[in-house]
Nanobody
């Protein structure tokens, strides 16, 4: 059974940084495009960033451009989300997701999901 395990969330003050990690098991990681999404309680899950299987291409939602960086280490089956200059509106549960055949901003593209990690940014 494929597993995606996120870590690195927590409580941080506005302007601070966090680095999220997502480690995959039981899938051929370097075949998969990876995405990060976030969800606030009562709202739809929203795209944050994505990276192609090789790491050659990335995409970000506009509110995080210039502040967040997605990267991956295929040797360690891990994708990262470096979050800098955090704002209270970044508060959410962050999920990583894997897609075998496509990369997109749509959550339905991704077949596998982690359990999520809470990020809370205080003002």
């Amino acid at each position: 059974q494929v597993q995606l395990a996120e870590s690195g969330g927590g409580l941080v003050q506005a302007g601070g940084s966090l680095r999220l990690s997502c480690t995959a098991s039981r899938l051929t990681f370097n075949y998969y495009n990876m995405g990060w999404f976030r969800q606030v309680s009562g709202k739809e899950r929203q795209f944050v960033a994505s990276i192609t299987s090789s790491g050659s291409s990335t995409e970000y939602t506009e509110p995080v451009k210039g502040r967040f960086t997605i990267s991956r280490d295929n040797a360690k089956n891990t994708v990262f989300l470096q979050m800098n200059s955090l704002k209270p509106e970044d508060t959410a549960v962050y999920y990583c997701a894997a897609s075998r055949y496509a990369v997109s901003t749509y959550s339905t593209t991704y077949a596998y999901w982690g359990q999520g990690t809470q990020v809370t940014v205080s003002s």
